[in-house]
């Protein structure tokens, strides 16, 4: 037996989760293909009538408060079989008049009753594998996103820690799942100091990431002029603030750490305070600044603060400090100081000492809210070993705690050697060393160059010598190598210029460069190897003598 | 860089003294330079002779060598050297090297010239 109708008609949508579902109909027109759809309103009556119904409902005499019911009576619907799924109404079946003019029999809605108990299920199985492909489809999209948003920002951070001797850096950065703009960065100076930045852009994905990209792209070149933190986030707040689209910002930290004398030198555009401890205290490192990007023209106050063998500064974003546990509590700054005041560092690196402190404090099953970005920056306990060139012999440069401050080379011509003592007074600047010590090393340098060039290299110009500079916390050192070997004769150092001597032409009038460099520095070392000659001049930084006494 | 970073200039502020300006390097490259300024400094037969270093940039070993040298033949035509002008790092140098008890230094010209008989 069939069911005459004029027409059929649909189900209820499922949307996602919080929503109501706002159900049509697609109403009978005039032949079955013809069909409008008609919305339910979430709250309309009648969708609580039908869910609670059992069976086909003649709606012509139903008296109910409903827009639904009017747009159905108004599309000659005549009979409704509700579609129920484990208790949900999922859809309607609408049925217009008979097209015999007859109403509906008994076995009319007997069968199409009994339809329906079959339908409801199958178009609810339709309507999940339909909302399915749907989600698939949107979470696709979004992960597509965060792919892209997570490769600019894993591609753009450090591949690996800088190695200062004397110094530990540790970095930590974890994502959470929106990815958001932390980032941080090393920058390793021309002059042997080293930049440390941490920001935060204000956002997530894909917008937060390519902020993220150009601002610590402009900030490398900013910095690479070797300006003080500052004037550099000065530059970058200036240059990047036409691109930052609105309600966007970046907080950003920059520090300059000069590795020799523990000098740490930062400036501050919004960005969490840092921590430095010394000793048992932890102090916030202030700078006053406006974060990047929100207005031109700002200036970023700069302070000073040194690192003393043994202190430690931690520089963080605001994903661990706020992240939640599950009553809602904050982990705090208050937290974060207590923690890293009470950390030894020799039970574990400060890092995963705080992540093992979050991981208790939020407990199981947390969902990280925010980016977590953890730099650290330690300065070793222990006094580094003065007397460079007893390490000549293994090379094992990196362990001596000793940092290359620069190496260059000169071709081997008369008056070169002003070359090597300037670079090597723009070297050691940073060293902030007396002037009068710098003078010293100057002359220093220009007697050993000279010599260099002249009896190691013979003036050859295309022979060069090699200088190289280092320091460490207790002593700088110059090495100047020639390509001469081990000299013949090392006679004329055993006699002492003296200077009646000369007059009466007992000796050269010349014959004063050695005198002159053992004279202007702490300690000389002289190595030969096969080809090379290396002439070291050391200068004591902590306790030794300045070189003062000519004895 | 291979030639004479320097300028040697002779006054003669009395009939019996030259006095020679060193600007610049004193080094190996200034040799010839020094020698003609010594000559043109005691043409007129003055015994005394100024090296005012007050523009004095650098001076090397070659450089102390040179005033050694200079110091002979003074020390030959009975001719007096003295330096003034010089920086702390070059005093400290002249010490060390003993030129000061030959050379007599004072720190600046006038005193230098009010050290010498009229």
Redesign the interface.
Known sequence: MAVQGRNWSSFLRRRKRVERPAPSIIAPQSRPADTTELQIAPDDPIIAYFQHSSGAVDIEHLKLDSPALEAMRAASVRLVVPLVSQGELIGLLNLGPRLSQQEYSTDDRALLNNLATQTAPAVRVAQLVRQKQVEDQARERIDQELRVARHIQQTLLPKRLPQFPGWQLGAHYQPARAVGGDFYDFLELSDGRLGLVVGDVTDKGVPAALVMASTRSVLRAAASRLESPGVVLGRVNDLVHPDVPPNMFITCMYAILNPVNGNLVYANAGHDLPFHRHGSSVVELHARGMPLGLMPGMEYEENMTVLAPGDGVLFYSDGLVEAHNSRRQMFSFGRLQRLIAEHKETDAPLVPYLLHELERFTGPGWEQEDDITLVTLQRSEEVMAAGLARHEHDDKTSDTGRVLLTQFTIPSEAGNERIAMRQVADAVRQLELPPERVEKLKTAVAEATMNAMEHGNKFQPEVPVTVRVYASHAALSVGITDQGGAPPDMGARAQKPDIEAKLANLQTARGWGLFLIENMVDELHVTSGEHTHTVELVLKLTGGNDGDDPA | ???A?VTLSVRQPRPTVGVIDVRG?L???AEDLLMDAYKEATTNGARNIVLNFEGLE?M???G???L??L??RA?RHKQKLLACGL???YV??F?????N??IGMYARESYALAALPE
């Open positions: 860089m291979n030639q970073q390097d080094t190996a490259f650098y090397n070993s070659s102390i060598g040179l050694v040298t110091l002979i020390n920086s702390d790092h400290r140098i010490e060390l090297t003993r030129l008890e030959a």
